[in-house]
């Protein structure tokens, strides 16, 4: 029995499923999974010592990679000083000021703990600026595990074929409709069978929770424009994009202004981390300035806004990394669709800048209902296969493969080899 088995074993005993997050389980590939003691640039090294390429990045934020040498830096020097005070600090203001600069339509900012919280939140305060209740998600993204929002969502609700989550009352989510994803008339039809009730249409930009679904054109724009005709909110989740696919993430690749953003992991380096903004007559409304009661002790902890400025001052100061990482990504992925095509498969890889998924499936994926036509049969060998020969990739068909700017082209060149050895 290896390490990481018996550490699984033991896990099991006292933690729900031996993991503390479901898609860590490896449940949906047949798997144990691998418990990870270190990390490096683009690679993980297992309990066992075993090393991986990694594709994951602790689910996108890693942006420069594991332990950035800036990133440290910074942690270290800011846990010298205390870990925690649950009081205001300067790196806060610093911070808050970063994510004003870089994201043109936040005008202020809140910090939060987690993208679900930052997207709980946005939606309290969409709800209070609007007067209205009722919100329109869509299928198959993902915003986080709170009530109201576990209705035909992403990641791993999707991965486990679960409708939603025992547990929620009916009540909670009574005001969340449900579109299907690059489907403009049917949030159109959401509207008029809704007049004067719906708040705000939260989206995933990018839908990167049925694994990388993009926007057809058009759609987006058709979200602002509805929005703004019927007096909602438009909420863009960015938990994975924000600061991914550029300084102002997926707003700034399909020049769409949202009203209200929301923030996850990346902007804290990997730590628990998240935020909610946008502009700023709807961001007054949240306590103490206004109405809409949100608060957190540990929000905006200085270790964690200590390693999130540095890795967004990093990439502020030095944009020409995102045109490099975006670059790389773009050979990555049309390498991966070449390999396909050349060994006559039928699958087809999703890709926008560091972002991409390999869909088991012959069906062009544009939203929910053609990304569950992939075989995760399929996908469950093909990712066993890549995990025993030193490939980190996430668990499960519906989730992204990630890049970083600490990805070499060594690297990149296993993967591909490994990818064109399996479909061969």
């Known amino acids: 029995m290896t390490r990481s088995e018996e550490l699984f074993e033991e896990a099991k005993k006292y933690i729900p499923g031996g993991v503390n997050s479901p898609v860590r389980a490896f449940g949906s590939i047949g798997s144990t999974p691998r418990f990870i003691r270190s990390g490096s640039g683009g690679h993980m090294t297992d309990e066992d010592g075993l090393e991986y390429v990694d594709f994951i990045g602790s689910w996108g934020p890693m942006l420069l990679g594991h332990d950035r040498e800036e990133v440290r830096e910074s942690v270290l020097d800011a846990v010298s000083r205390g870990l925690s005070f649950g009081a205001a600090t300067e790196i806060e203001v610093r911070m808050a000021r970063l994510i004003c600069e870089m994201v043109p339509s936040i005008e202020m900012v809140r910090m939060v703990n987690s993208g679900t919280e930052a997207v709980m939140s946005a939606i309290r305060v969409a709800r209070g600026f609007t007067g209205r209740d009722k919100i329109v ?76 679904v993009l926007p057809e054109e058009g759609f987006l724009p058709g979200l602002r424009e509805l929005c703004t005709e019927y007096g909602a909110l438009l909420i863009f989740d960015e938990v994975i994009t924000g600061f991914r696919l550029g300084p102002d993430g997926a707003q ?47 929000s905006g902890n200085p270790v964690a806004m200590a390693a999130g400025y540095t890795q967004l001052s990093l990439m502020q100061k030095y944009p020409e990394w995102y045109e490099e990482l975006n670059a790389k990504a773009d050979r990555f992925f049309t390498s991966m669709q070449e390999i396909l095509t050349r060994c006559g498969k039928p699958y087809q890889v999703s890709h926008l800048g560091s972002l991409g998924c390999l869909f088991f499936t012959a069906e ?25 020969h030193g490939v980190y990739l996430a668990p499960a068909q519906f989730e992204a493969i990630f890049l970083s700017a600490a990805h070499t082209e060594e690297d990149l060149t296993k993967f591909l080899g490994l990818l064109e050895e399996y479909m061969k």
């Open 137 to 212: 998600k869509f299928d198959g993204c993902y915003h986080g595990h709170s009530d109201g929002l576990l209705v035909r969502a992403g990641s791993g609700v999707m991965t486990a074929g679960a409708p939603g989550s025992l547990g929620v009352p009916a009540g909670c989510t009574a005001d969340t409709l449900t579109a299907r994803y690059n489907d403009l008339a049917n949030v159109e039809a959401l509207f008029a069978e809704n007049p004067g009730q719906i708040a705000a249409v939260i989206v995933e930009p990018v839908a990167a929770n049925m694994g990388v």
């Open 252 to 298: 700034g690749w399909f020049g769409v202004t949202p009203d209200l953003t929301t923030f996850g992991k990346i902007i804290g380096a990997g730590m628990p981390v998240g935020a909610y903004g946008g502009r700023r007559e709807i961001m007054e409304l949240v306590a103490p300035l206004g109405g809409v009661y949100q608060a957190g002790t540990l």
């Open 364 to 388: 062009t994926v544009r939203d929910y209902d053609s990304a569950k036509t992939s075989d995760t049969a399929a996908f469950a060998r093909y990712c066993n296969f890549m995990l025993n």
